[in-house]
């Protein structure tokens, strides 16, 4: 439709996805088929699942698959696809090292393999991206140190921030347990970006800008819970990378109308749009403009806005933020 090919071309940025959101179905059941694994469910229905550690524990399973560098290439390579589809002009790109089991000991040639896919995509003329290397919830202190001294070691082009993601619910409180991981990333040039507020509450926001420093919170939806954090975080301008699918199939919100996006807009928040886990999650960037769009009744300056912070919260280099706004 002509509303749909406007979204297109809407010069915008993704700040919130993830390489492990990025697996095909079909290319599972074949890379499952030449290990001689077997899914849990057949192809049609793979991507079903009942919550967030339902989802989380299915990410092990794809991206213990993923065991050679051609293969990590071609998924990172298919992620620049799918931003072209969506005229999608540059991305953060989150991968947490915790999930690709085959690569555990050797995250330098798991980011060469992964930066192989990038630059070929981009050299293809597709968008570029940069890496948010993520730690998982459950990790120690002594674990999320270690990763921060590889990547400051390392100093790989591609990586551009320190991330946390997994199910804050089951992990207990992590913003003590990580802040010294963060502090060390910061020092380091690495910019910092939070899940917070989706299987947290508030606490989870207020921990991630408090004590890790966050310069974007993934999700922070539930900030909405306590006012003083939605002026902080409007006050400061500390960017929110929402993801209204995700949070609907993962069961944070039972409907687009009980969403909280359009009230933090509305009270000052910077928020921006996102697909999180694309393929397993069934969304799309353009979708997701049109699902808030058509719910909130959202007019083209507001699209416009919100297509702006999206630029404005990546971390992107300067020049690709300069071609892009
Ligand atoms: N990893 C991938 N997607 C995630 C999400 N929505 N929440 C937490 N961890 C994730
Ligand atoms: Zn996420």
Redesign the pocket.
């Known amino acids: 439709s002509t509303a749909q090919a406007r979204l297109r071309a809407l010069p915008k940025a993704e700040v919130h996805l ?1 390489l ?2 990025c697996f095909e179905a079909t290319l599972l059941a074949q890379w499952a088929a030449l290990e001689q694994r077997s899914l849990p469910r057949p192809v049609e229905t793979l991507f079903q699942f009942s919550g ?1 550690s339902e ?2 524990e299915f ?1 092990d399973l794809a991206c213990g698959l993923a065991a050679t560098p051609q293969r990590l290439a071609d998924l990172s390579y298919g992620l620049c696809q799918r931003l072209a589809a969506d005229g999608t002009g540059y991305a953060d790109v ?1 991968v ?1 090292p915790t999930h690709w089991h085959a690569w555990h000991g050797r995250l330098p040639a798991m980011l060469d393999a992964m930066d192989a896919g990038f630059s070929a995509a981009e050299q293809d003329g597709l968008p570029p991206v940069g890496l948010c290397i ?1 730690l998982l919830r459950t990790q120690s202190a002594e674990a999320a140190t270690e990763l921060v001294e590889q990547l400051t070691t390392l100093r790989h082009p591609r990586v551009v921030a320190l991330s946390v ?3 804050e619910a089951t992990a207990g409180r992590t913003g003590p347990r990580f802040a010294e991981a963060f502090r060390r990333a910061a020092a380091a040039g690495l910019r910092r970006t939070v ?1 917070a507020g ?2 947290s509450g508030p606490e989870g926001v207020w921990d991630a800008v408090n004590l890790l420093g966050a310069d974007r919170i ?2 922070g939806v539930r900030a909405i819970e306590d006012p003083a954090l939605v002026e902080l975080l409007a006050a400061r301008r500390i960017p929110l990378g929402i ?1 209204p699918t ?1 949070n609907l199939v ?1 069961g944070v919100y039972p409907s687009i109308a009980a969403h909280p996006i359009e009230r933090l807009r509305q009270a000052g928040v910077a928020v921006s749009l996102n697909t ?2 694309p393929a397993l999650l069934g969304a799309s960037l353009v979708g997701e403009y049109q699902l808030c769009a058509n719910a909130f009744g959202w007019s083209d300056a507001v699209v416009r806005d919100v297509a702006r912070t999206s630029i404005e919260a990546s971390f992107a280099p300067a020049q690709t933020r300069a071609r892009l706004l």
């Open positions: 993830h492990e959101g967030l989802f989380l990410l989150i947490n993520s993601d997994g199910n899940h989706e299987s993934d999700h993801c995700s993962l999180d886990d």
